[in-house]
């Protein structure tokens, strides 16, 4: 079981406290995505650190991107790439996301790379053709890296406070390990109340966790749900 926290563009709780609270959880691997003025302070707290994105570039003139070596010598563990907040606010293709994975695990860093569908494509029953798509694209860039991890986070459910059924949520989960076989974690509006109906699906292996990781006993009681259904 994996639970990564993305503290989106927030200050975040304080690291050393976090990692106080997270200390001896066994049965669950436990990430913090926190903003990158906050990077060196998650990695000095002892957390498993991801950025929130990574070009694929080592370096060069591209302002505001960072690079897999730059994070690399800060001590940072992997990124996200692909957030829908990426795709959808900043114009991320798939094949720009597909480059920035394959980029930062060739470097050595661990990717969680996110996938979903919105709500009009749901609508439209595109779900699964707009599945196969995006994780295609990371698959033929990647292959089934064994420090890639899938994301899968309906895009209706980010933020929102409506999240997926454990059904739905499943059903997604068993369609993206048929394309790519690599742990696959669910996000959208986890939170302590509803973590383990949807931890205890077969096909979800952990959680993506937005809103409620900012607060140290709420992202704490989710790691501890992860840790009581598969330890
Ligand atoms: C996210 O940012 O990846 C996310 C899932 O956010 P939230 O949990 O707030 O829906």
């Known amino acids: 079981m994996i639970v990564a926290g993305n503290w989106k563009m927030f200050a ?117 053709t707009v599945l196969r798509i995006q994780v295609d694209a990371i698959r033929d860039a990647c292959g089934a890296n064994e420090r890639l991890v899938v994301a899968y986070e309906p895009v209706w459910a980010i933020g929102t406070g409506r999240t997926a059924t454990p059904e739905t949520a499943q059903e997604a989960h068993a369609l993206i390990k048929t394309l790519l076989d690599r742990p696959v974690l669910y996000g959208g509006s986890v939170k302590p109340e509803n973590a383990a109906e949807l931890l205890e699906q077969p096909d979800v292996d952990g959680a ?20 009581r259904i598969r330890s």
């Not at 066994?26 to 913090?32: A, F, K, L």
């Not at 394959?102 to 996110?114: E, F, H, W």
């Not at 409620?212 to 840790?227: N, Q, T, W």
Request: proline share 4%.
């Open 12 to 128: 975040g709780p304080d690291p050393r406290a976090l990692a106080e609270e997270l200390a001896g959880l066994g049965g669950v691997e436990t990430i913090v995505c926190p903003p990158y003025t906050a990077l060196a302070a998650c990695v000095a707290a002892g957390l498993t650190t991801y950025a929130q994105n990574v070009h694929w570039a080592d370096e060069g003139a591209y302002t505001g991107e960072i690079s897999p070596p730059l994070l690399l010598a800060l001590g940072v563990h992997g990124s996200l790439v692909g957030h829908s907040e990426r795709r959808h606010h900043f114009g991320e293709t798939d094949e720009g996301v597909a480059r920035r994975a394959s980029a930062a695990l060739a470097a050595g860093l661990g990717v969680i790379a996110c996938v979903g569908e919105t709500q009009e494509e749901r609508d439209e029953g595109a779900t699964e």
């Open 208 to 227: 993506l966790v937005g809103g409620a990781s900012l607060d140290v006993d709420s992202f704490a009681s989710i790691c501890e749900a992860a840790a």
